[in-house]
């Protein structure tokens, strides 16, 4: 109990739930997810060239070593540049707005009804931070997939928009929009989602020790440990729309339509096994960074949700009215 007061007063840089907070959640959000997702470009890159042309990039293996005979390391980090700056400005959306509606939305509710219906919170939150996200990461994306699967495309970012734009026109950027929300909306509500649920479990059923007896690294251990297990789980579900969005960024003529009747069900799973190694990687190292950036520069980090003593008593006196009944 000592600890836990000895918590409750650390002086914080700012205030939970502050502009400064936002702003920080933000800061932190883009280096999360523009660190992680440029550090594994090639990975992607190998699984764009899966999805988009199975003959040529058979697997894994045989697609690594067919981008690297073309060009060397050089090719296999084709794409960085639209990487990065694309998902550091959805991260900075996605991890700010996150929190934005995480605090809206339970502030509709009493305490009570926001710890009861609090996965449904955390789904509303994180669909409605990636749906705004979206619309800065969409440009950004379609240049990066048009960069990595098509032969002969220039590799330079600030020569392959210019050229996407005078060619076909704004709409090209936005062509995938749809298929993107797709892909990311489910992906980021089971991102959040699952984290906050495994970070609960982990603290209440694995780990040794209360969190508040945990030391910042033990803390940052538990972290990546839930962000990688919510991966896992994000890939699955958002792969069909991942494939998709890959066809449709490098055939600008095609539909969602005729790409699933073209690739077929089978085809919609491809590359589902890098997608994994990937986004499980990507998501763990998204929570360890983003949660480390929150010790580092003395921001507020809240538990994982603690039923309300109000609640608890209310479920006591239900359980002594049954045993008095019986």
Request: proline residues 5%.
């Amino acid at each position: 109990m000592a600890k836990k007061e000895g918590e409750e007063k650390e002086e914080y840089y700012c205030k939970m739930h502050s502009n400064k907070f936002f702003i920080l959640c933000a800061a932190g959000g883009a280096l999360a997810c523009g660190t992680t997702h440029t550090f594994v470009t090639p990975l992607d890159l190998v699984k764009c060239r899966l999805q988009v042309d199975p003959h040529r990039y058979k697997s894994i293996a045989r697609g690594f070593l067919v981008s690297f005979k073309e060009g060397g390391a050089k090719n296999l980090v084709k794409g960085w540049a639209p990487t990065f700056f694309g998902y550091s400005m959805q991260g900075a959306v996605k991890f700010s707005g996150y929190e934005y509606f995480k605090y809206r939305y339970a502030n509709m509710v009493d305490e009570e009804t926001g710890y009861i219906y609090r996965t449904y919170l955390y789904l509303a939150a994180a669909a409605s931070a990636e749906f705004i996200a979206d619309f800065f990461l969409a440009p950004l994306e379609a240049t990066k997939v048009r960069m990595q699967t098509t032969p002969g495309y220039t590799s330079q970012m600030r020569r392959a928009m210019p050229h996407m734009l005078s060619t076909e026109g704004m709409g090209t950027f936005y062509k995938g929009i749809v298929p993107l929300w797709g892909r990311q909306v489910p992906y980021t509500m089971m991102k959040f989602a699952s984290f906050e649920k495994t970070l609960e479990f982990l603290y209440d059923a694995v780990v040794p020790k209360p969190r508040a007896q945990c030391t910042k690294v033990e803390q940052l251990i538990v972290t990546f440990t839930a962000g990688y297990i919510a991966g896992v789980l994000c890939a699955i579900v958002s792969h069909p729309a991942d494939t998709i969005v890959s066809k449709l960024n490098k055939e600008p003529g095609s539909s969602i339509g005729g790409i699933i009747k073209d690739v077929g069900f089978a085809g919609i799973w491809r590359g589902l096994v890098a997608r994994i190694i990937m986004i499980g990687t990507l998501t763990g190292l998204q929570w360890f960074v983003y949660d480390a950036f929150k010790v580092y520069t003395r921001m507020p980090r809240p538990p994982p949700a603690e039923m309300p003593e109000s609640l608890r008593k209310k479920l006591e006196e239900e359980e002594k009215l049954k045993a008095a009944k019986k």
